[in-house]
């Protein structure tokens, strides 16, 4: 099952930029250059997700999204070159899943979109459902990290225990977003309470097993103050 995805956007040349890397990825999309035009084809087309930009022609990004959740739960990424606090804030409490401001990395955009289809009651994840990352390409339906590595014919699998994978999930699906220990801890051990320094104890073996040098990470990064963020910024 192809994931159907609503691009609304104005920019042509930014809307087909999102519509090739979806289809790099296996997923069906659909461009307006109006909210009215959406609206219109929202009437036969029903997408699994749709990216709205904020800045449209006649009706604004902010009241689409208003008139669109009053009929429609499928998630929505707000991508978007205003990146003030209120227009977040907006963004979010009128319905949106995620926002991401532009520029932005498309590999990002197609890890959010992964991510909130996962969580989604009404997607069925492909069986080459991976993510890729530096030299590492994770599989979710093997539950499996491997490691491509210059010389060998295949990549290999890096050994991660149950937990260690989850922790690597749970950050990646909060990607470029600062995890706080608590948040981490609840979301992983499934518990409110309990030892938040095992967050870190496999935050550690995770940077062992991923990172060219653990103390410098590039992608399990440390955010003074809050806690972790799986970051592509640094990758190579």
């Known amino acids: 099952m192809k994931a159907k995805i609503l691009v609304i956007e104005d920019v042509k040349e930014m809307s087909d930029l999102i519509s090739l890397y979806l289809s790099k990825e296996g997923m069906e999309s659909k461009q307006c250059d109006t909210a009215e035009k959406a609206l219109t084809l929202l009437e036969t087309y029903q997408p699994d997700l749709v990216i709205l930009d904020l800045n449209l022609p006649g009706i604004d990004g902010f009241e689409f999204l208003t008139i669109f959740r009053k009929k429609f739960s499928v998630p929505v990424i707000i991508v978007s070159a205003r990146d003030a606090d209120e227009d977040i804030i907006c963004g979010l409490s009128t319905g ?16 959010r979109i992964r991510a909130i289809m996962r969580r989604s009651q009404n997607f069925n994840a492909p069986p080459d459902s991976t993510f890729s990352f530096g030299e590492y390409i994770l599989d979710y339906n093997s539950f499996t990290l491997k490691h491509i590595v210059q010389g060998e014919i295949r990549p290999i699998r890096v050994p991660l225990s149950a937990k260690e994978y989850a922790v690597l999930i749970c950050l990646i699906e909060h990607i470029e977003k600062p995890m706080t220990p608590e948040e981490i801890y609840t979301k992983v051990w499934k518990a409110e309470f309990g030892d938040l320094s095992a967050v870190a104890v496999y935050i550690q073996r995770l940077r062992k097993k991923i990172e060219k040098d653990p103390s410098k990470p590039q992608f399990i990064k440390t955010v003074f103050g809050m806690g972790y963020c799986f970051s592509l910024n640094g990758e190579q």
């Open 96 to 111: 949106a899943d995620e926002f991401i401001t532009k520029p932005f990395s498309p590999k990002v955009l197609i890890a």
